[in-house]
């Protein structure tokens, strides 16, 4: 499985203990692009970048590969999307895993790619 920027980020917050079970348990893999867009992100406060320091510390982060800017170009040529989605679908798909995140709607269309949403039944 691989996480999306946005579970990422909601795996921080107090009230979503159930995913960060779920990412314990499963440990999935992200994206280095995830690591540069929840990192990055120019509000982020100290105690959330520890969190995410760590975070990313225990994941394994997957690279930009060759495959995965083939894949993601190839969806981009498809059908109009974001770069950032591209290649973090572009991941998923060159490395065969299902995407967890809770933007389904940005990814459904995409039919070669497992797309799952952990806080669709989540309380």
Known sequence: ??????????ASQPQHGALRKLIAREA??????????????????????????????????????GSVVA????????????LGDARIAGTARSHGLPLATHNTKDFAWIE??????????AS
């Open 1 to 10: 499985m691989l996480l999306d920027s946005n579970l990422i980020i909601y």
């Open 28 to 65: 999935p893999s992200v994206s280095v692009i995830s690591k540069i867009e929840t990192l990055g992100y120019h509000e982020l406060g100290e105690k959330g970048q520890r969190f995410l320091e760590a975070f990313f510390d225990a994941a394994e982060v997957l690279p930009v590969s």
């Open 71 to 82: 894949a993601a170009i190839r969806l981009r040529q498809k059908r109009r999307m974001s």
């Open 112 to 121: 070669e790619l497992e797309v799952i949403d952990p806080l669709a039944n």
